[in-house]
DNA sequence: TTGTATGCGTTATCAG
DNA sequence: CTGATAACGCATACAA
């Protein structure tokens, strides 16, 4: 059998290639008869144009790119599966490259985005001003990425305010004295940095224990053992804190199974409430208090601002989705108010 | 600027685009020095050719396509993270699809890589026989999955043995009493599957407990609750387990929450042992003992798999890397060893 | 060893 | 409204 082209399709419906394209396209009008016995063909047949015969032609690639990070977390790849979803039902595919954080490797995965035809790609590391200048000076591909204004996720506020407000919420219930663990990132204005902001605010507005030794920091790609001291640093026999807010949770997740291991209790002896809303943050026992992103909708805002950089269409979102909401669940309890 | 294209490289060379073409693809012998200035161009330019172009002139596409579930588990995770290292070691785009369990879904997403020109996809989902024979039918598309003959992974039978050899370590330690908790799977014939008969052979030659309730089953995208009654059937105050098995780290880690909030010590009182071994694992307090899978052979297994499909030339892996490793850690002990 | 010319499947321009 | 045809960037058969 001959191959299924544009030619193909041509002569089954007696007409110029021209006119298939046109059907295709919604370029030009076609007469009605016409147009449906080409879609009729097209339908019989299972035509699928090229999409490297399309390019060719000067239409754009109808992909994009996504540079993973190779520390990626739970909530991260929950956000690339939306992006996959709203990406795919915008016609786009997505060709993803995981990388390590030097910056001749990030050069170099661009590199290979680019080859492929793809003129925007979404980053999950944040670039530095200078690396930003760097790929504007020396690539054709867009990069953006989660603080990118294109993508309209407001997010360094949303992270502050979401945990000034919790703290603020485990203040109202007794709590005093609550440790932290934060990120340390390289970056000097990213949002995790914006996360500590809030907590260290709302301690103070609310006027609760401020020792140094209630605040912990760890790296992105931290060891176990160096949460492990933070959280011995933190949690000193005669003068536990009743509350731990954690950056993450995932490392809600491993200070929690610490905490138990160490026979105390939660939410009796602590509460812990941590950030990002991931799936397995109720699947454990006891179920894990969180700040839940708006996954979803920074999902759909993202392929927005990247269907922006490709064709300088603006698609507005509904602004009042992009809600961060704090989970309360089994983790967080009243201080002082079971028996010992 | 001109467009950086073979034409414009041959001019700057003073060849014809044919040489260049020879020079990139090495296809003819071309002359040491015109290669070494050609090359230099190429390097100075920074040129890059076409995949669309070089695609519609015959070549295939380097790009592989990969189908995931939407239920992904860490495990998938890293997996997927070392088929995007080694497919671009080997030159190839991965282009990814997230995909729920339907066929019709499924269908959906192998058309939407056909589109592209990818020849040769990877699914995450274990394709039953009626419908590997449809998308043979009707597809270009070449799909593989785990259990494919091509990738060489011998999957089956390395799950069903490292499950026995665990089962019949825990039996040396001295445990009579073993809990399983396995994944109920639609394929019949499934990896998945092969993790119960391991244990159940174990159990039968060390003439354990083969207590009905010691044995429960969830589905792959199982509730919370549905483990959780599990677990319940399971831990009966009066006869426990003094050890279990889950066929996943990440059911295990459920687990290890519920048991560590509800009083019994791990691995005082039950140790507990699942499968995969992801990083996640050793993480958690106490860290937790697994097999280990073989993650890095089974993806560059995969990749030589697809490549194989795709151009037909056999790439052997070392088989001895293909090792699933009993990785004994704190959640393990011996029953009866310490003070209540 | 090198160059010329053709074709790959599509879009877009120009005539009819 | 429709059809012929020139691009698009590359690989390759064929010619030199």
Redesign the interface.
């Known amino acids: 059998m001959a191959n299924i082209d544009i030619k193909f399709i041509a002569k089954k419906s007696g007409c110029s290639i021209a006119t298939v394209s046109r059907v295709i396209n919604r370029s030009k009008p076609v007469s009605e008869k016409l147009q449906k016995r080409v879609v009729d063909t097209i339908r019989k047949y299972n035509y ?6 399309q ?2 032609a000067g239409k754009k690639s109808k ?1 994009f790119g996504f540079i993973m990070t ?1 520390y ?1 977390n ?1 909530y991260q ?1 929950l956000l690339f ?1 939306y992006l ?2 709203f990406a ?1 039902k915008m016609g786009y ?6 990388c390590n954080s030097g910056f001749e490797e990030k050069l170099e995965a661009l ?2 985005l ?4 793809i003129e925007v790609c979404f980053s999950l590391f944040l670039p530095s001003r200078e690396e930003e200048a760097y790929i504007k000076e020396h690539f054709r591909i867009k990069v953006c990425h989660m603080q990118s204004p294109e993508m309209r996720l407001n997010i360094m506020e949303k992270n502050e305010s979401s945990v000034y407000e919790t703290i603020c919420y485990l203040a109202q219930l007794g709590h005093r004295r609550i440790g932290g663990i934060f990120c340390i990132d390289e970056m000097d204005d990213s949002f995790l940095i914006a996360r500590k902001r809030g907590f260290l605010r709302a301690v103070k507005q609310m006027q609760l224990d401020q020792e140094e030794s209630l605040i912990g920091q760890i790296h992105g790609d931290y060891e ?1 053992s160096s ?1 492990i001291s933070v959280i011995e640093k933190i949690f000193v026999p005669q003068k536990l804190p009743t509350a731990l807010f954690c950056f993450s949770d ?1 490392v809600a ?2 200070v ?3 905490i ?3 026979g105390y209790r ?1 939410p009796e002896d602590v509460s812990v409430v941590s950030f990002d809303g991931i799936p ?1 943050s ?5 179920s894990l208090s969180t700040i839940s992103q708006p996954v979803e909708y920074q999902a759909k805002s993202i392929i927005n601002g990247m269907l922006y950089l490709q064709d300088g269409v603006e698609r507005p979102c509904d602004e009042k989705e992009n809600e961060y909401l704090l989970q309360i669940r089994d983790s967080v309890g009243i201080p002082g108010h079971y028996e010992k």
Request: hydrophobic residues 35%.
């Open positions: 699928n144009p090229s999409v490297h015969a390019y060719l992909l190779n990626i739970q790849l599966r996959n979803e795919c595919g997505c060709i993803i490259r995981y590199r290979e680019e080859i492929r035809g176990k949460l995932e997740i491993e929690m199974s610490w138990m291991k160490h939660i397995f109720e699947r454990i026992t006891p």
